[in-house]
């Protein structure tokens, strides 16, 4: 198993006007799994700090859909297992917000539910 850069997305999710890294990798399993692990970086004296890392699930058992910064929080949105048709098939996905204070974090407000637009149509 190894990581794989998938992306880095930038934005301001501690509210101190400097924009963090949302560092994103591909979790390389050998299968057909295809779970993500995030990291969070921000810039102290020019050099890269780590803020806070997790994982997320596989497809459509807690995946990741996006990562991004909105309004100073950390906004992660992962596939609900809920009503699943199989791990290919999420029907909806949680939008999960969290404030991140130095070294920890926690989640703010309460996790959202959103459908997925029904492509069987």
């Given at each position: 198993?190894?990581l ?14 400097a ?19 995030i ?15 997790t ?67």
């Open positions: 198993m190894w794989e850069l998938l992306n880095v997305v930038y934005g301001d999710m501690t509210g101190d006007g924009e963090e890294a949302i560092v994103i990798h591909d979790w390389i399993t050998g299968g057909s799994a295809t779970p993500h692990v990291y969070v970086y921000t810039l102290e004296k020019g050099r890269p700090k780590f803020l806070w890392g994982t997320t699930g596989d497809r459509a058992d807690g995946g990741l859909k996006s990562a991004y910064a909105e309004n100073g929080y950390l906004v992660l949105e992962t596939y609900s297992p809920e009503g699943k048709r199989g791990d290919c098939c999420p029907v909806a996905y949680i939008k999960t917000r969290y404030q991140l204070h130095g070294k920890k974090i926690s989640v703010a407000g309460k996790p959202e539910a959103i459908p997925l637009p029904n492509k069987t149509k």
